[in-house]
């Protein structure tokens, strides 16, 4: 499955929550399948969780030593 054919599908499978289900509740299950796609790629050791810290609060500089 390509990238463009997954975006599709997660979109379709998004619209569908959001008809059947109302904004909210679509909206906190693309909350939970990101938590839960977070821990796994944690888990899996495909997420560094320093990097991510890192990239977003950029690079600190050293302090010089007291």
């Known amino acids: 499955m390509t990238p ?3 975006a599709a599908l997660l ?7 959001w008809v059947a289900l109302g904004f909210g509740d679509a909206v906190l ?3 939970g399948t990101a938590v839960f796609y977070t821990a796994t790629a944690f888990y899996r050791g495909e997420l ?4 991510v ?3 977003a609060t950029g690079p ?5 030593p007291r």
């Open 53 to 55: 810290q890192e990239r």
């Open 48 to 51: 560094d969780l320093t990097a």
């Open 60 to 64: 600190r500089a050293s302090r010089p």
């Open 4 to 6: 463009q054919q997954l």
């Open 29 to 31: 299950c693309l909350v």
């Open 11 to 17: 979109g379709f499978l998004f619209v569908a929550a």
